[in-house]
C-alpha cells in the first residue's frame, strides 16, 4: 500500500538530547514537509524539501535540521538547541506540481 | 503574508444536523490554492478537497460540500446530516502558487473541533 510511515509513533526524550524522527514515503512524490503541532493550535512549517539533497527553511527552523539523501526519505532531527520540543510533528509529501499534501500519522514527542 | 482564520473554535451538534465550519483567508497572490483536512482522534490529517482561485463553482461530494467565494475570501465547509464518525478537527490551510510547487507548503488556520452527540 502506498503511503507516509512516520516512526515511532510516540518518542520520549531527556533535556538536552539530539533525537530524530524518520519519515518515508512509497508515493513517488516529489515534495515533503515537516510541520509541527501544538494542543489546540494548527500546524507550523519547520523544514520542506521540493528535490533530493536541497530543503528550505520553514516559519519555525530553529533547533531542528533536516536531511533529504533519498526521494523516499526526509528525517528530521530536534536538537538540543530545541527549547520547547514537546509537540506532535507531521510529516508529509506532495507532487510539485498537482494534488494536495498527504500526511502520515505523526509522532508525539515528549521531552522529560 | 498569508493567513487563514477559523473563528469557530468549537462546534458541538446533534446527529442528523447540519453544520457549516468556516474559514476566511488573506492572501496577496492571485493564484493560490485551499484546502480542508479532517484530523480524527488518531492524528492522521486526512486530506479532503483542493481548490484552486480560479474555480470558483461549488462541489460536492456525498454529505460533504464547499463555498469557495473569491468576494468575501471564504471557503466554507458544510455536513448534511452530521454523524458520529465527524467528530474530528477540521482544518482549512492555504498555499500559495510560487510556480506551481508549493502543494504542500502550506499555512493553516487554528482548526475546528466538531463534535457530533448520537
Known amino acids: 500500500d502506498g503511503g507516509i510511515t512516520q516512526s515511532p509513533k510516540y518518542l520520549f526524550r531527556k533535556e538536552g538530547q539530539n533525537v530524530t524522527l524518520s519519515c518515508e514515503q512509497n508515493l513517488n512524490h516529489d515534495a515533503m514537509y515537516w510541520y509541527r503541532q501544538d494542543p489546540g493550535q494548527g500546524l507550523r512549517l519547520i523544514y520542506y524539501?521540493?528535490?533530493?539533497?536541497?530543503?528550505q527553511k520553514g516559519d519555525i527552523a530553529e533547533g531542528y535540521s533536516v536531511s533529504r539523501e533519498k526521494k523516499e526519505s526526509f528525517p528530521l532531527t530536534v536538537t538540543s538547541a530545541q527549547k520547547n520540543p514537546t509537540a506532535f510533528y507531521l510529516c508529509?509529501?506532495?507532487?510539485?506540481?498537482?494534488?494536495?499534501?498527504?500526511f502520515g500519522q505523526g509522532t508525539r514527542l515528549t521531552v522529560v | 503574508a498569508q493567513k487563514v482564520t477559523q473563528a469557530q473554535t468549537e462546534i458541538s451538534v446533534v446527529e442528523k444536523e447540519d453544520v457549516t465550519l468556516d474559514c476566511v483567508y488573506e492572501t496577496r497572490d492571485t493564484t493560490y490554492y485551499l484546502f480542508w483536512y479532517k484530523q480524527p482522534p488518531s492524528g492522521e490529517l486526512v486530506f479532503l478537497i483542493r481548490r484552486n482561485s480560479f474555480d470558483e463553482q461549488n462541489e460536492i461530494s456525498g454529505r460533504y460540500s464547499w463555498n469557495f467565494q473569491k468576494s468575501t475570501s471564504s471557503f466554507n465547509f458544510t455536513i448534511t446530516a452530521s454523524q458520529v464518525v465527524d467528530s474530528a478537527v477540521y482544518f482549512c490551510a492555504l498555499s500559495e502558487d510560487a510556480g506551481g510547487t508549493s502543494y504542500g507548503k502550506l499555512t493553516f488556520g487554528q482548526g475546528t473541533i466538531l463534535t457530533v452527540h448520537p
Open positions: 508529509a509529501s506532495s507532487f510539485r506540481d498537482r494534488g494536495g499534501a498527504f
Open positions: 524539501s521540493q528535490i533530493v539533497n536541497d530543503f
